[in-house]
Antibody
Framework: EVQLLESGGGLVQPGGSLRLSCAAS????????MSWVRQAPGKGLEWVAT????????SYADSVKGRFSFSRDNSKNTLYLQMNSLRVEDTAAYYC?????????????WGQGTMVTVSS | QSALTLPRSVSGSPGQSVTISCTGT?????????VSWYQQHPGKAPKLMIY???KRPSGVPDRFSGSKSGNTASLTISGLRAEDEADYYC??????????FGGGTKLTVL
C-alpha cells in the first residue's frame, strides 16, 4: 500500500523559512516523479513543484520560484521542500503527491497534508 | 500560469446527470491529453476520478466519465448519488513541466 506522510508544517512569521518532508513507502520511490500541491484555507488546489525520479530535474510554479527548493533523497525514500522568504499567501495545506499531478497512468497517490501558517 | 476555468457550483437531483466543464487554452487542456479530475470531500485529500482525459482508475464507478473537445475538458456524473456531493477539480499539463488546476466546482446533490 502506498503511503505518503508529510511533516514539518507549523506557524512561521512572514519572511521566515520552513522545511517540509514527505516519507514515502509502498512503491519503488526512485521510479516516480513526485510533486507538492497546496490548498489555501477554503480555496482550490495549486500545483507547487515537481521533481523527477532521479532528482535531477525540478519545476516550480511562478508563485514560488526562487523561494522554494524541492529535493529528494532516494536512499531514504524522502522528499524535502525548503520554503524560504515565506509570505502570508503561502498559508496552505501542503500535499505530497506520488507522480505528476495530472496523474497519467492513474497510479498517483496523495498524502493527508501538512498545514503551513504564515502569520505575524 | 492562469488557473483553468471551472464553474463555481453545479447541482442536480439524485439519479440525474451533471456535467462540469473545465476550460483552458491550446497551451494546456487543448494541447495535451493529460487532463485529470479530482473529487474532494471536506477535510479530506483529493481523490483521483479521471486521468488522461477519459480513463477511470480502478474502483471509480463508471458513473464518472471524462471527455475533451478543443480547449475544454468535461466531467460527467450520471445517476447522481448523495455521496457525490463534493468539490471537483480539473488538472492539466501546461507544457515545460508545469501543471494547472481549475479553481474548483462545488457539486450539490439536491
Amino acid at each position: 500500500e502506498v503511503q505518503l506522510l508529510e511533516s514539518g508544517g507549523g506557524l512561521v512569521q512572514p519572511g521566515g523559512s520552513l522545511r517540509l518532508s514527505c516519507a514515502a513507502s509502498g512503491f519503488t520511490f526512485s521510479s516516480y516523479a513526485m510533486s507538492w500541491v497546496r490548498q489555501a484555507p477554503g480555496k482550490g488546489l495549486e500545483w507547487v513543484a515537481t521533481v523527477s525520479g532521479s532528482g535531477g530535474s525540478t519545476s516550480y510554479a511562478d508563485s514560488v520560484k526562487g523561494r522554494f527548493s524541492f529535493s529528494r533523497d532516494n536512499s531514504k525514500n524522502t522528499l524535502y521542500l525548503q520554503m524560504n522568504s515565506l509570505r502570508v499567501e503561502d498559508t496552505a495545506a501542503y500535499y505530497c503527491v506520488k507522480d505528476r499531478p495530472y496523474c497519467s497512468g492513474g497510479t498517483c497517490a496523495w498524502g493527508q497534508g501538512t498545514m503551513v501558517t504564515v502569520s505575524s | 500560469q492562469s488557473a483553468l476555468t471551472l464553474p463555481r457550483s453545479v447541482s442536480g437531483s439524485p439519479g440525474q446527470s451533471v456535467t462540469i466543464s473545465c476550460t483552458g487554452t491550446s497551451s494546456d487542456v487543448g494541447g495535451y491529453n493529460y487532463v485529470s479530475w479530482y473529487q474532494q470531500h471536506p477535510g479530506k485529500a483529493p481523490k483521483l476520478m479521471i486521468y488522461d482525459v477519459s480513463k477511470r482508475p480502478s474502483g471509480v464507478p463508471d458513473r464518472f466519465s471524462g471527455s475533451k473537445s478543443g480547449n475544454t475538458a468535461s466531467l460527467t456524473i450520471s445517476g447522481l448519488r448523495a455521496e457525490d456531493e463534493a468539490d471537483y477539480y480539473c488538472c492539466s499539463y501546461a507544457g515545460t513541466y508545469t501543471f494547472l488546476f481549475g479553481g474548483g466546482t462545488k457539486l450539490t446533490v439536491l
